[in-house]
Protein backbone atom coordinates (compact mmCIF):
# COMPACT_ATOMS: atom_id res chain seq x y z
CA UNK A 1 0.00 0.00 0.00
CA UNK A 2 1.30 3.60 -0.44
CA UNK A 3 2.15 5.26 2.64
CA UNK A 4 3.05 9.13 2.70
CA UNK A 5 3.84 10.44 5.99
CA UNK A 6 2.04 13.71 7.86
CA UNK A 7 4.02 16.42 8.67
CA UNK A 8 5.04 16.31 12.05
CA UNK A 9 4.44 19.71 12.78
CA UNK A 10 2.61 20.50 16.28
CA UNK A 11 1.42 23.58 18.14
CA UNK A 12 4.15 24.07 21.29
CA UNK A 13 1.26 23.85 23.80
CA UNK A 14 -0.27 20.90 22.86
CA UNK A 15 -0.75 18.28 25.55
CA UNK A 16 0.91 15.51 26.42
CA UNK A 17 1.34 11.90 28.06
CA UNK A 18 2.65 10.70 30.93
CA UNK A 19 5.82 10.01 27.96
CA UNK A 20 5.65 13.21 27.08
CA UNK A 21 4.60 12.63 23.52
CA UNK A 22 1.92 14.56 21.72
CA UNK A 23 -0.75 12.90 20.02
CA UNK A 24 0.90 13.68 16.68
CA UNK A 25 3.57 10.60 17.96
CA UNK A 26 0.97 8.42 17.60
CA UNK A 27 -0.38 9.12 13.82
CA UNK A 28 0.79 7.80 10.42
CA UNK A 29 0.73 8.21 6.92
CA UNK A 30 -2.04 10.06 5.47
CA UNK A 31 -5.11 7.71 4.76
CA UNK A 32 -5.79 6.85 0.93
CA UNK A 33 -9.67 5.70 2.12
CA UNK A 34 -12.24 6.84 0.83
CA UNK A 35 -13.01 10.50 2.08
CA UNK A 36 -15.75 10.11 4.94
CA UNK A 37 -15.00 6.64 5.37
CA UNK A 38 -15.84 5.72 9.01
CA UNK A 39 -12.32 3.58 9.19
CA UNK A 40 -10.63 6.97 9.23
CA UNK A 41 -12.75 7.39 12.57
CA UNK A 42 -11.98 4.45 14.18
CA UNK A 43 -7.86 5.16 13.22
CA UNK A 44 -8.12 8.65 14.87
CA UNK A 45 -10.02 6.64 18.12
CA UNK A 46 -6.90 4.21 18.14
CA UNK A 47 -4.78 7.00 17.89
CA UNK A 48 -6.34 9.13 20.94
CA UNK A 49 -6.57 5.65 22.93
CA UNK A 50 -2.78 4.64 22.46
CA UNK A 51 -2.01 8.43 23.47
CA UNK A 52 -4.07 8.26 26.44
CA UNK A 53 -2.51 5.37 27.82
CA UNK A 54 0.75 6.45 27.02
CA UNK A 55 1.95 3.23 25.52
CA UNK A 56 5.60 3.61 23.91
CA UNK A 57 5.21 3.45 20.32
CA UNK A 58 8.16 0.71 20.04
CA UNK A 59 6.05 -1.73 22.71
CA UNK A 60 3.00 -1.54 20.21
CA UNK A 61 2.57 -4.19 17.67
CA UNK A 62 0.21 -3.73 14.75
CA UNK A 63 -1.14 -6.32 12.58
CA UNK A 64 -3.98 -6.70 9.91
CA UNK A 65 -5.04 -8.98 6.84
CA UNK A 66 -6.30 -8.10 3.55
CA UNK A 67 -8.77 -5.15 2.88
CA UNK A 68 -9.84 -1.54 3.76
CA UNK A 69 -9.85 -2.04 7.04
CA UNK A 70 -6.35 -4.08 6.96
CA UNK A 71 -5.17 -0.62 5.68
CA UNK A 72 -5.33 1.09 9.04
CA UNK A 73 -2.11 0.18 10.87
CA UNK A 74 -0.54 2.44 8.39
CA UNK A 75 -2.49 5.18 9.68
CA UNK A 76 -1.09 5.43 13.73
CA UNK A 77 1.65 4.93 15.36
CA UNK A 78 3.76 4.91 12.66
CA UNK A 79 6.78 4.28 14.69
CA UNK A 80 5.47 0.85 16.58
CA UNK A 81 5.96 -2.55 14.70
CA UNK A 82 3.88 -3.64 11.79
CA UNK A 83 2.54 -6.95 9.95
CA UNK A 84 0.24 -7.00 7.14
CA UNK A 85 -0.71 -10.32 6.61
CA UNK A 86 -2.43 -13.14 3.85
CA UNK A 87 -6.17 -12.33 4.19
CA UNK A 88 -7.91 -14.02 6.89
CA UNK A 89 -4.27 -14.68 8.41
CA UNK A 90 -3.38 -11.95 11.44
CA UNK A 91 -4.53 -14.24 14.10
CA UNK A 92 -2.51 -16.83 13.58
CA UNK A 93 0.72 -13.97 12.82
CA UNK A 94 -0.11 -12.63 16.23
CA UNK A 95 -0.47 -15.64 17.64
CA UNK A 96 3.05 -16.60 17.08
CA UNK A 97 4.35 -13.02 17.56
CA UNK A 98 2.67 -12.78 21.02
CA UNK A 99 4.33 -16.31 22.05
CA UNK A 100 7.38 -15.05 20.92
CA UNK A 101 7.16 -11.79 22.86
CA UNK A 102 4.51 -11.10 25.28
CA UNK A 103 5.33 -8.04 26.40
CA UNK A 104 4.24 -6.24 23.40
CA UNK A 105 0.43 -4.57 23.15
CA UNK A 106 -0.97 -6.07 20.45
CA UNK A 107 -3.36 -4.39 18.00
CA UNK A 108 -5.05 -6.31 15.29
CA UNK A 109 -7.58 -4.81 12.61
CA UNK A 110 -9.60 -6.61 10.54
CA UNK A 111 -12.80 -6.30 8.62
CA UNK A 112 -15.94 -8.28 8.83
CA UNK A 113 -15.20 -9.89 5.20
CA UNK A 114 -11.44 -10.66 6.71
CA UNK A 115 -12.54 -11.86 9.96
CA UNK A 116 -16.32 -13.97 9.17
CA UNK A 117 -15.05 -15.34 6.06
CA UNK A 118 -11.95 -16.76 4.68
CA UNK A 119 -10.63 -15.72 8.50
CA UNK A 120 -13.39 -17.46 10.26
CA UNK A 121 -11.24 -20.37 12.25
CA UNK A 122 -8.09 -18.53 12.73
CA UNK A 123 -10.69 -15.87 14.74
CA UNK A 124 -12.32 -18.53 16.35
CA UNK A 125 -8.93 -20.19 17.59
CA UNK A 126 -7.78 -17.39 18.86
CA UNK A 127 -10.48 -16.35 21.02
CA UNK A 128 -10.35 -20.16 21.92
CA UNK A 129 -6.71 -19.52 23.47
CA UNK A 130 -7.57 -16.52 24.44
CA UNK A 131 -4.54 -14.81 22.79
CA UNK A 132 -3.89 -11.09 24.37
CA UNK A 133 -4.30 -8.82 21.98
CA UNK A 134 -7.35 -6.13 21.25
CA UNK A 135 -9.09 -7.27 17.80
CA UNK A 136 -10.77 -4.29 15.95
CA UNK A 137 -13.52 -5.36 13.45
CA UNK A 138 -14.52 -2.82 10.88
CA UNK A 139 -17.86 -3.64 10.07
CA UNK A 140 -19.48 -2.76 7.28
CA UNK A 141 -20.88 -5.33 5.57
CA UNK A 142 -19.22 -5.07 2.38
CA UNK A 143 -16.37 -6.17 0.59
CA UNK A 144 -15.01 -2.46 -0.47
CA UNK A 145 -12.01 -3.63 -2.21
CA UNK A 146 -13.45 -5.34 -4.70
CA UNK A 147 -16.63 -2.92 -5.25
CA UNK A 148 -19.35 -3.80 -2.92
CA UNK A 149 -20.30 -7.29 -2.77
CA UNK A 150 -21.82 -8.83 0.52
CA UNK A 151 -19.77 -9.84 3.17
CA UNK A 152 -20.54 -12.34 6.16
CA UNK A 153 -22.26 -9.51 8.20
CA UNK A 154 -24.80 -8.09 5.55
CA UNK A 155 -28.56 -8.52 7.28
CA UNK A 156 -30.87 -10.60 5.28
CA UNK A 157 -32.83 -7.74 3.14
CA UNK A 158 -30.03 -5.61 2.88
CA UNK A 159 -29.68 -4.18 -0.40
CA UNK A 160 -26.19 -3.56 -2.45
CA UNK A 161 -25.57 -0.50 -4.20
CA UNK A 162 -26.52 -2.13 -7.69
CA UNK A 163 -29.26 -3.36 -6.66
CA UNK A 164 -29.46 -6.94 -5.11
CA UNK A 165 -30.87 -7.66 -1.97
CA UNK A 166 -28.86 -9.90 0.20
CA UNK A 167 -30.67 -12.93 0.98
CA UNK A 168 -27.99 -14.77 3.69
CA UNK A 169 -28.42 -14.63 7.14
CA UNK A 170 -25.36 -12.36 8.91
CA UNK A 171 -22.80 -13.85 11.39
CA UNK A 172 -23.13 -11.13 14.63
CA UNK A 173 -19.22 -11.50 15.39
CA UNK A 174 -20.58 -10.54 18.89
CA UNK A 175 -22.51 -13.55 19.43
CA UNK A 176 -20.36 -15.86 17.63
CA UNK A 177 -17.43 -14.58 20.53
CA UNK A 178 -19.84 -15.15 23.82
CA UNK A 179 -20.71 -18.75 22.03
CA UNK A 180 -17.15 -19.86 22.43
CA UNK A 181 -15.62 -17.83 24.92
CA UNK A 182 -14.25 -14.72 24.36
CA UNK A 183 -13.51 -12.97 27.67
CA UNK A 184 -13.99 -9.36 26.41
CA UNK A 185 -16.70 -8.56 23.67
CA UNK A 186 -17.77 -4.99 22.63
CA UNK A 187 -19.47 -3.49 19.77
CA UNK A 188 -19.45 0.34 19.12
CA UNK A 189 -19.56 2.98 16.39
CA UNK A 190 -17.07 4.42 14.20
CA UNK A 191 -19.28 7.86 14.51
CA UNK A 192 -19.05 7.96 18.43
CA UNK A 193 -15.66 8.51 19.06
CA UNK A 194 -16.47 9.52 22.77
CA UNK A 195 -18.07 5.48 23.12
CA UNK A 196 -15.10 4.23 21.48
CA UNK A 197 -11.96 5.78 22.77
CA UNK A 198 -13.08 4.39 26.20
CA UNK A 199 -13.93 0.77 24.93
CA UNK A 200 -10.65 0.81 23.19
CA UNK A 201 -8.54 1.72 25.87
CA UNK A 202 -10.56 -0.98 27.83
CA UNK A 203 -9.97 -3.49 25.34
CA UNK A 204 -6.25 -2.89 25.03
CA UNK A 205 -5.72 -3.56 29.58
CA UNK A 206 -7.70 -6.57 29.25
CA UNK A 207 -5.51 -9.26 29.55
CA UNK A 208 -6.87 -11.79 27.04
CA UNK A 209 -8.81 -11.80 24.22
CA UNK A 210 -10.86 -8.54 23.31
CA UNK A 211 -13.13 -8.06 20.51
CA UNK A 212 -14.54 -4.71 19.54
CA UNK A 213 -16.84 -4.79 16.86
CA UNK A 214 -17.55 -0.90 15.16
CA UNK A 215 -20.10 -0.50 12.87
CA UNK A 216 -18.70 1.81 10.21
CA UNK A 217 -20.18 2.45 7.23
CA UNK A 218 -18.77 2.32 3.97
CA UNK A 219 -19.81 5.92 1.90
CA UNK A 220 -18.83 4.12 -1.44
CA UNK A 221 -20.35 1.05 -1.55
CA UNK A 222 -22.79 0.59 1.45
CA UNK A 223 -24.46 4.18 2.68
CA UNK A 224 -27.50 4.14 0.59
CA UNK A 225 -31.29 3.19 1.70
CA UNK A 226 -32.14 0.20 2.62
CA UNK A 227 -28.36 -0.85 3.45
CA UNK A 228 -28.42 -2.15 7.42
CA UNK A 229 -24.72 -1.18 7.44
CA UNK A 230 -24.82 2.75 7.11
CA UNK A 231 -24.46 6.00 8.76
CA UNK A 232 -28.09 6.40 9.34
CA UNK A 233 -29.06 2.93 9.78
CA UNK A 234 -26.98 2.09 12.42
CA UNK A 235 -27.56 5.54 14.10
CA UNK A 236 -31.60 5.05 13.93
CA UNK A 237 -31.46 1.31 15.28
CA UNK A 238 -28.72 1.43 17.77
CA UNK A 239 -28.82 0.76 21.59
CA UNK A 240 -26.41 3.53 22.45
CA UNK A 241 -24.26 3.71 25.63
CA UNK A 242 -22.47 6.74 24.94
CA UNK A 243 -22.22 10.10 23.02
CA UNK A 244 -22.23 9.55 19.25
CA UNK A 245 -20.41 11.99 16.77
CA UNK A 246 -19.16 11.69 12.95
CA UNK A 247 -17.82 14.01 10.50
CA UNK A 248 -18.43 13.06 6.68
CA UNK A 249 -16.52 15.01 3.61
CA UNK A 250 -19.07 17.52 3.69
CA UNK A 251 -20.89 18.38 6.79
CA UNK A 252 -20.34 17.00 10.31
CA UNK A 253 -22.97 14.47 11.88
CA UNK A 254 -23.41 14.98 15.50
CA UNK A 255 -25.48 13.04 18.15
CA UNK A 256 -25.71 12.76 21.47
CA UNK A 257 -27.40 9.65 23.58
CA UNK A 258 -28.21 8.47 26.88
CA UNK A 259 -27.88 5.45 28.37
CA UNK A 260 -30.35 2.73 28.23
CA UNK A 261 -31.87 4.56 25.06
CA UNK A 262 -32.79 4.17 21.44
CA UNK A 263 -31.48 6.58 18.61
CA UNK A 264 -32.66 6.92 14.67
CA UNK A 265 -29.63 8.41 13.08
CA UNK A 266 -30.01 9.46 9.55
CA UNK A 267 -27.12 9.37 7.05
CA UNK A 268 -25.81 11.68 4.16
CA UNK A 269 -28.15 9.58 1.35
CA UNK A 270 -31.29 9.57 3.79
CA UNK A 271 -31.00 5.97 5.24
CA UNK A 272 -31.40 5.52 8.89
CA UNK A 273 -29.84 3.20 11.52
CA UNK A 274 -30.83 2.74 15.01
CA UNK A 275 -28.37 2.37 17.72
CA UNK A 276 -29.23 1.04 21.20
CA UNK A 277 -26.92 1.74 24.14
CA UNK A 278 -26.78 -0.36 27.29
CA UNK A 279 -28.02 1.13 30.41
CA UNK A 280 -26.62 1.51 33.81
CA UNK A 281 -28.66 -1.92 35.12
CA UNK A 282 -26.43 -3.76 32.50
CA UNK A 283 -25.02 -6.52 33.65
CA UNK A 284 -21.33 -7.06 31.62
CA UNK A 285 -20.17 -10.58 33.36
CA UNK A 286 -23.10 -12.81 32.72
CA UNK A 287 -22.26 -14.53 29.21
CA UNK A 288 -26.11 -16.04 29.07
CA UNK A 289 -28.11 -13.01 29.53
CA UNK A 290 -25.67 -10.74 27.35
CA UNK A 291 -26.29 -13.16 24.19
CA UNK A 292 -29.94 -12.97 25.48
CA UNK A 293 -30.18 -9.58 25.23
CA UNK A 294 -28.50 -8.74 21.98
CA UNK A 295 -30.70 -11.71 20.34
CA UNK A 296 -33.62 -9.55 21.61
CA UNK A 297 -32.54 -6.10 20.44
CA UNK A 298 -31.49 -8.06 17.34
CA UNK A 299 -34.88 -9.28 16.55
CA UNK A 300 -36.24 -5.42 16.80
CA UNK A 301 -33.49 -4.11 14.29
CA UNK A 302 -31.81 -2.89 16.72
CA UNK A 303 -27.46 -2.67 17.07
CA UNK A 304 -26.47 -2.56 20.60
CA UNK A 305 -23.83 -0.68 21.52
CA UNK A 306 -21.40 -1.01 24.78
CA UNK A 307 -19.52 -3.51 26.72
CA UNK A 308 -21.44 -6.32 26.07
CA UNK A 309 -19.53 -9.18 28.38
CA UNK A 310 -16.50 -9.13 30.16
CA UNK A 311 -14.02 -11.59 32.42
CA UNK A 312 -11.17 -10.93 33.54
CA UNK A 313 -10.23 -14.18 35.24
CA UNK A 314 -9.41 -16.40 32.65
CA UNK A 315 -5.94 -17.57 32.05
CA UNK A 316 -4.56 -15.93 28.87
CA UNK A 317 -2.06 -18.11 26.29
CA UNK A 318 1.12 -16.94 27.69
CA UNK A 319 -0.81 -18.65 31.13
CA UNK A 320 -2.02 -21.82 30.01
CA UNK A 321 1.21 -22.49 27.64
CA UNK A 322 3.92 -21.35 30.60
CA UNK A 323 5.46 -19.28 28.17
CA UNK A 324 8.82 -17.82 29.43
CA UNK A 325 8.22 -14.49 31.00
CA UNK A 326 11.23 -12.32 28.78
CA UNK A 327 10.98 -12.30 24.78
CA UNK A 328 12.30 -15.18 23.00
CA UNK A 329 14.77 -12.32 21.10
CA UNK A 330 16.15 -12.26 25.11
CA UNK A 331 16.88 -15.96 25.90
CA UNK A 332 20.76 -16.68 26.06
CA UNK A 333 21.94 -19.04 22.66
CA UNK A 334 22.94 -21.54 25.02
CA UNK A 335 19.19 -21.72 26.60
CA UNK A 336 18.05 -21.52 22.84
CA UNK A 337 20.42 -24.32 21.97
CA UNK A 338 21.84 -26.35 24.55
CA UNK A 339 24.06 -28.42 22.80
CA UNK A 340 24.27 -31.95 20.56
CA UNK A 341 24.35 -33.98 23.80
CA UNK A 342 20.52 -32.39 24.84
CA UNK A 343 19.34 -33.24 21.22
CA UNK A 344 20.48 -36.51 21.53
CA UNK A 345 18.85 -37.22 25.25
CA UNK A 346 15.73 -36.16 23.90
CA UNK A 347 15.86 -38.39 20.79
CA UNK A 348 16.73 -41.08 22.76
CA UNK A 349 13.21 -40.69 24.49
CA UNK A 350 11.55 -41.66 21.29
CA UNK A 351 13.64 -45.30 20.31
Excluded at 64 to 88: D, E, L, M, R, W
Excluded at 96 to 121: C, H, K, P, Q, R
Excluded at 325 to 340: F, H, I, K
Amino acid sequence: MSFIPKPKVAHPGIARNELGLTVRDYEGGISTLCAGCGHDSITAALIQAVFELSIPPHRLAKLSGIGCSSKTPAYFASQSHGFNSVHGRMPSVATGANAANGELTYVGVSGDGDTLSIGLGQFCHAIRRNLDMLYVIENNGVYGLTKGQFSASADVGTKAKKGEVNQQPPIDPCQLALAIGCTFVARSFSGDKQHLVPILKAAIRHRGFALVDVISPCVTFNDHEGSTKSYDFTRKHAHAATYADFVPYADEIVSEQAEGSVQAVTLHDGSRVLLRKIGADYDPRDRTAAFDYLSRHQAKGEVVMGLLYIDDSQPDLQQVQSLPEGPLASVPYETLNPGQKALDAIQNRFR
